[in-house]
């Protein structure tokens, strides 16, 4: 609340109980159904926090996750995303059941938008191409994961049915 008057300065009071927390070399990315925080390292690795029992659990391109990640997306379902670039690659990893499984698309040089990642209301995830390029590609678009029988399963809209550079997705 505001505390103030017509000829004293104004005081802006706050009684929440949130307070702000700073992590060396980590990059906060989003929080899991499970209640991990999850966060990128300045190294790469990916980095899931669990606030109830404190327990810290890092995961490198050896567990499954792209080698250069650079963004994590929670979808609705549970899911943990890992995208960006694997051995030069555009690339996409997930965490189900525990397990890390990774995907990669395109031709050498391509990588994930890290702003290029969204939810449908289906439910699929949608990761866009955002390595900049001429316009003469022919590679690049969206890659789509759409869970058919309770498996996620990935496909690619390329051009000329997709834009090359899917950057940002809104």
Not at 107 to 134: C, H, K, N, Q
Request: proline share 4%.
């Amino acid at each position: 609340f505001v505390i103030g008057g017509r000829e004293s300065e104004s005081y802006l009071v706050d009684l929440s109980l949130d307070k702000w927390a700073t992590y060396e070399r980590l990059n906060y990315q989003c929080s899991d159904l499970e209640g991990q925080r999850w966060f990128i390292e300045y190294d790469g690795r990916l980095v899931a926090h669990d606030e109830a029992t404190g327990e810290w659990k890092a995961y490198s391109a050896e567990d499954g996750v792209p080698d250069e990640p650079n963004r994590v997306f929670c979808s609705s379902d549970g899911t943990v995303w890992a995208s960006g670039q694997h051995e030069n690659r555009a690339a996409v990893g997930f965490r189900q059941d525990g397990e890390w499984r990774r995907e990669r698309f395109f031709d050498a040089g391509y990588r994930i938008s890290y702003v290029g990642v969204t939810e449908t209301g289906d439910g699929s995830v949608l990761f866009g191409d955002g390595t900049p390029r001429r316009k003469e590609a022919n590679e690049g678009g969206l890659v789509v994961f759409k869970k058919v029988r309770g498996e996620w399963m990935s496909s690619k809209l390329t051009p000329p049915v997709f834009p090359v550079r899917v950057a940002n997705i809104v």
